[in-house]
């Protein structure tokens, strides 16, 4: 099972996009959430994860910028991103559990 990302795009600095990715209802609500982005030349780094019971956590650079949601109704973790820098292009991948999501481009200019 894949799990369904959307919400990649592009966009200028300082501009918004709003990340999303379902699961299936047996599996969400168990288990952890969140989003790893990997840019060209560099190693696959966690942005953020958030518990099952909602609790969110972020790496260093998109702490204040970057908001982790659960929306237990639609069994989709969201991310949110604000103030959208250059350094943010990638591709981010969603996971809940042991499961993943193809990956959705994120490409900031400047």
């Known amino acids: 099972v894949q799990l369904q990302a959307s919400g990649g795009g592009s966009v200028q600095a300082g501009g918004s996009l709003r990340l999303s990715c379902a699961a299936p209802?047996?599996?969400?609500?168990?288990?952890?959430a969140g989003w790893y982005r990997q840019a060209p030349g560099k190693e696959r780094e966690l942005v953020a994860a958030?518990?099952?019971?909602?609790?969110?956590n972020y790496n260093g650079p998109v702490k204040g910028r970057f908001t982790i949601s659960r929306d237990y109704d639609r069994s989709t973790v969201h991310l949110q991103m604000n103030s959208l820098e250059p350094e943010d292009t990638a591709v981010y991948y969603c996971?809940?559990?042991?499961?993943w999501g193809q990956g959705t481009q994120v490409t900031v200019s400047s």
């Open positions: 958030i518990t099952r019971g909602g609790i969110p």
């Open positions: 996971f809940i559990g042991s499961l």
């Open positions: 209802e047996s599996i969400f609500s168990t288990t952890a």
